[in-house]
């Protein structure tokens, strides 16, 4: 699919001002330029085109709300300063698996002031002696180059941290949740079978009791009718 027609598809029906994400990985760029993107698109923050053959960034709109822009995996080897001129306040810019291969590339992206985050990953820029500590020294503004920072300190990813907490989270309570519960099972089922035992006691009491009781009456019974024997042999 054109990129044209993904992007067409990809708005569903809404506006072009209505939309603040849009990705059209894998689908074609004709002419190796963006197309279907327009100055329409002024609330777009995100936007995803990779993989799509881009060679050259001359014909992306203005997008001065975009924030984080990935570019991986295209045919891109200069044009970077159309980045600054038209998406001014990127923050996280990724074109790895492009044709990079000189320094003086990487420069055209000095006038983007909040871009935070670049990655240039299998990029042929990465071969270079001292490629790290030249871009961070020619972009000071950038604090995470290819996912770490000038102390190898790896990118914070939020979405996974949260993912952690939330199962740490969740399995903390669970597990002493469950051993409460086989705890309170062991308690009530000692208590249980306490009860029970009590109960059989009882129950057997209680027959001993009755047994006796028969008996008592069985020696009274007789002995009732040994009197009334001997009354009537008095008689």
Do not use: H
């Not at 320094?103 to 000095?110: D, G, R, W, Y």
């Not at 102390?151 to 990813?157: L, M, V």
């Not at 969740?170 to 002493?176: K, L, N, S, V």
């Not at 059989?200 to 001993?208: K, M, S, T």
């Amino acid at each position: 699919m054109d990129m044209k027609k993904r992007i067409a598809l990809e708005q569903r029906n809404r506006s072009p001002a209505e939309i603040a994400e849009l990705v059209v990985d894998n689908s074609r760029s004709a002419d190796g330029e963006v197309e279907g993107l327009t100055d329409e698109f002024t609330e777009l923050e995100f936007l995803s085109m990779v993989n799509v053959g881009l060679s050259s960034l001359a014909k992306l709109p203005s997008l001065p709300k975009l924030r984080k822009l990935e570019l991986s995996d295209n045919n891109l080897s200069g044009s970077l300063e159309t980045l600054s001129e038209k998406c001014p306040n990127l923050t996280y810019l990724n074109l790895s698996g492009n044709k990079i291969k000189e320094l003086s590339t990487v420069e055209a992206l000095q006038n983007l002031k909040s871009l935070q985050s670049l990655d240039l990953f299998n990029c042929e820029i990465t071969s270079l002696e001292d490629y790290r500590e030249s871009v961070f020294e020619l972009l000071p503004q950038v604090t995470y180059l290819d996912g770490f920072d000038q102390e190898d300190n790896e990118a914070p990813d939020s979405e996974a941290d949260d993912e952690d907490e939330d199962g740490e989270d969740g399995a903390g309570p669970t597990g002493d949740y469950d051993e409460d519960d086989d705890e309170e099972e062991d308690e009530d089922g000692s208590e249980g079978g306490e009860d029970e035992d009590e109960e059989d006691y009882a129950e057997e009491e209680e027959e001993e009791d009755a047994a006796g009781v028969q008996g008592q009456k069985r020696k009274r019974d007789v002995d009732d009718e040994g009197e009334e024997d001997d009354d009537d042999e008095d008689d």
